[in-house]
């Protein structure tokens, strides 16, 4: 890097010692771990700040194209690390840690993981912000500072407890509070029309409740250039403070109450993944961050633009799932009622600056507002609302010809109800999926309507990860391993890892590629002795399934095939198997109480298999308490196999999928979401392919004649290991414990039999596991497998992702930062 403004070993030392002396009024040999993270962060932060002005001086000079990526959720991970690799400083880092005598990575673990998402929705938000400031696009993320993340997951007696992520506590070093950029946000009250003399109606909302939303950025660091991005979290404050004048005029209510306001809509993170519920403080987020960041970047625009009609040429918003849909009638109450534009001019300024990305095809995550709620909420969106609604069904008479029952299929309010991807569909120019199979069955089944009326708006757009975070930070061994071998081009275009192919077969480097991977199972290994308490072999094959706790995702087929197993082992303690190692991590949301039982049964089979001498530790179990951004990255590189056995059709892409085969895990997988992309790259024989289609569990469902009582019946080890949830033998004190499970595996929601079809696919997933026994026996196979998942990852980059975003939705110019000396 050419323009860098070097950072030196003595400078970064001195900013170091003087932040503690100057915080804390300390010495480095008096100062706690949690002090020198906080000093080593402000220094990096230092080191940021001069690329970070001198990115927004050039987008004020070019004045480009930007990107506002509006999403509830941000999972970002820690900043430090990260922050340090992608500014190239980790070498002086390092150096100035070992002349104070600092273990960095004792003091990384100070700091907190800003867990401001769910699961892949969130982490995928991230991802993207890394790679559109690595690839120098100007690009703003936009969301909410919640003052509690995910809560904190902790296992006791085998139950999930949560606990509030307090990530605020000791204040966030990265984050910059930006008064001047505030802007008022109004809920409630009634809307008055006036007539005004050209004969416009003129819409005045009154006696409404108002908060005052307020930004703190952050920033994010590309790799090796100068470009620094923002992401802007939203604060909300008290418009009115407490204030004498206030209570002289009888407002101390008013104030109360937008104290209140303020502090209730941005105190927690909803913790549901994939599942809506439609409460008004929900509402209430999503309105709050989309209008603070809609008014915001108008009034940016117009300090530069006098004519409101450039503004799809500079601005482009993206919605991530419909959570932030609220953001067209936004725009188009500003074109409107404040700009004052007509009807069919803001619709074309709204539609081409809005586009949206569909996550999900399943019903219970689709959100639909009550009328009642939203039109008292927000009684002027409501009004554009149901005129959006209005010219739309008005347009599928006009101009599609569709009779009154497609018309009612497809209207955006119907039953009392507003269906906001509906909203999205017709209010963006363009609507993606996440993966192709996703988009095909969005194309063909869930939204087959608006296809068949606009099949230029659908298109797909792969979901991808972060090499930066997921390898080169996450698996420093790997990294310097494959840069060794094939030069570094990898880390910004992950399409050259592709290179490793050559050494396949190479024994030496097959080796060396084990070696690695043992050495990253010693290192979980040590973080499972010391959270868990239970030892693991690094020799035994580490099979790991990460992600939220859903049915759909099907961890209790994996706890059912580990029961079944020890059954086997029970039988036969010399049965002859590779010691195995089944690595679980997953939150359940609060409110999902069968998803906290499957957690408690997992946990019980742990106990009773990790404590039963007889057989031979062939098998150990392990829950991973809390899994997020920081302890997944420990877990992936550790990871020998993949478990990404979600019922197809139902995981629209998966991520965690990309992130372990870039770490060379090799996949155990059904045909659903991403897994057929690489399945596509890596080839089958390098998979462990097993269960239903998406096809065939579709046809299944339409044909309602799947009887989970006739595999019961016919299969005894089956029979064995579901009547093992209700006899007692995982819950002594309490043989009903799991009687719920049983009842959901057999009989299923209210008489509907299992729509995941676990026992169904659960002799394929059996062969499957046999076939990776059989396979990791031969070391060598097996290295030569695991270093092809890796070899052709390439596709699965969340640059590559960007990249198409960027040139066939957003159309955004990458614009170089260079830094004046
Ligand atoms: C990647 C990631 C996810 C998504 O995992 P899936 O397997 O795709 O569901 C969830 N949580 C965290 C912490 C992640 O890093």
């Not at 620094?228 to 206030?246: G, I, P, Q, Y």
């Not at 009550?370 to 969106?381: A, D, G, Q, T, W």
Request: aromatic letters at 10%; glycine letters at 4%; one cysteine or more.
């Amino acid at each position: 890097m050419m323009d860098r403004l070097d950072v030196t070993v003595e400078d970064l030392k001195e900013a170091i010692l003087e932040n503690i002396k100057n915080q804390f009024r300390k010495t480095i040999d008096q100062a706690s771990k949690e002090q020198i993270f906080q000093a080593l962060a402000f220094a990096v932060r230092d080191i940021i700040i001069d690329q970070w002005i001198e990115t927004h001086k050039t987008y004020d000079e070019v004045d480009p194209k930007t990107v506002y990526y509006l999403s509830m959720e941000f999972l970002m991970g820690r900043a430090l690390g990260n922050s340090i690799i992608n500014m190239k400083v980790d070498k002086v880092v390092k150096e100035v840690c070992e002349e104070l005598s600092i273990d960095l990575n004792a003091i990384e673990d100070m700091e907190p993981d800003p867990g401001l998402g769910n699961g892949g929705l969130g982490r995928l938000a991230a991802c993207f912000l890394d790679s559109l400031s690595t690839l120098e696009f100007p690009a703003y993320g936009c969301g909410i500072r919640y003052r509690y993340g995910i809560f904190e997951q902790k296992i006791i007696d085998g139950y999930q407890v949560e606990r509030p992520d307090e990530w605020l506590k000791n204040g966030n070093p990265f984050e910059v509070r930006r008064d001047e950029y505030g802007v008022e946000v109004r809920f409630f009250g009634d809307v008055r029309v006036l007539k005004t003399p050209n004969g416009r109606d003129k819409f005045i909302q009154e006696n409404y409740q108002s908060v005052k939303a307020v930004p703190y950025d952050i920033p994010i660091v590309g790799y090796d250039n100068n470009t620094v991005n923002t992401l802007r979290l939203w604060d909300a404050e008290a418009l009115v403070k407490f204030d004498l004048e206030s209570f002289d005029r009888g407002e101390y209510h008013k104030a109360v109450e937008q104290e209140n306001l303020a502090k209730s809509i941005v105190e927690v993170l909803y913790p549901n993944d994939n599942h809506y519920r439609g409460k008004e403080l929900r509402l209430k987020q999503q309105y709050f961050f989309v209008s603070a960041t809609v008014q915001q970047v108008i009034n940016k625009f117009k300090q530069k633009h006098a004519d409101i009609h450039e503004l799809p040429d500079k601005v482009a918003f993206h919605i991530n799932d419909t959570h932030p849909s609220l953001t067209i009638p936004e725009l188009m109450r500003i074109l409107l009622d404040e700009e004052e534009l007509e009807w069919e001019e803001a619709w074309d300024i709204t539609t081409k600056t809005c586009a949206y990305t569909n996550h999900t095809i399943m019903s219970e995550a689709l959100e639909k507002w009550p009328i009642e709620l939203l039109s008292r909420l927000l009684p002027r969106i409501y009004m554009i609302i149901e005129e959006i609604n209005r010219r739309f069904c008005l347009s599928l008479v006009n101009e599609f010809h569709l009779d009154k029952e497609q018309i009612d299929k497809m209207s955006i309010i119907m039953n009392g109800q507003i269906k906001m991807a509906f909203m999205c569909i017709v209010g963006s120019h363009c609507v993606n999926g996440v993966a192709v199979l996703h988009t095909e069955i969005l194309k063909k089944e869930e939204l087959k309507e608006f296809y068949n009326i606009y099949p230029g708006k659908f298109n797909n757009k792969t979901n991808g990860i972060t090499q930066r975070r997921f390898l080169l930070e996450a698996n420093p061994k790997l990294a310097d391993f494959i840069t060794d071998l094939i030069g570094d081009e990898w880390i910004t275009s992950l399409t050259h890892i592709k290179k490793l192919d050559q050494y396949v077969d190479d024994e030496q480097e097959q080796k060396e590629f084990m070696k690695i991977k043992y050495d990253n199972k010693v290192r979980l290994g040590k973080y499972i002795k010391k959270h868990n308490n239970i030892e693991v072999d690094p020799r035994s094959i580490f099979d790991v399934q990460i992600k939220r706790l859903h049915e759909y995702k099907r961890q209790l087929m994996n706890i059912l095939h580990v029961m079944y197993l020890y059954n086997k082992l029970l039988e036969n303690p010399d049965l002859d198997m590779i010691p195995r190692t089944f690595i679980f991590g997953a939150k359940a949301a609060p409110g999902y109480t069968r998803a906290k039982l499957i957690i408690k049964l997992i946990n019980n089979v742990a106990d009773r298999i990790n404590n039963d001498t007889n057989i031979k530790n062939k098998i150990k179990v392990v829950f991973i308490e809390n899994y997020n951004v920081s302890n997944a990255e420990i877990i992936i590189a550790a990871a020998d196999v993949s478990e990404q056995i979600s019922t197809a059709s139902k995981e629209a892409s998966g991520t965690g999928n990309m992130k372990l085969m870039l770490n060379g895990a090799i996949t155990i997988g059904t045909m659903d979401g991403a897994n057929i992309e690489i399945v596509e790259e890596v080839g089958e024989e390098n998979c462990f392919i097993f269960g239903m289609t998406s096809e065939e569990v579709i046809n299944l469902q339409h044909e309602n004649s799947y009887n989970p009582w006739d595999i019961y019946n016919n299969n005894e080890d089956i029979r064995k290991v579901v009547t093992q949830l209700i006899n007692g033998f995982y819950a002594p004190d309490d043989p009903d414990l799991f009687r719920e499970i049983y009842d959901s595996l057999l009989d299923g929601y209210g008489g509907r039999p299992d729509p995941y079809f676990i026992l169904k696919d659960f002799d394929s997933y059996k062969e499957a596991h046999k076939k990776i026994d059989a396979t990791y026996a031969n070391q060598r196979k097996w290295a030569k497998m695991a270093m092809l998942n890796t070899a052709n990852s390439g596709k699965f980059s969340s640059d590559r992702t960007i990249l198409q975003y960027a040139n066939e939705i957003w159309k955004l110019k990458k614009t170089e930062v260079i830094m004046e000396k």
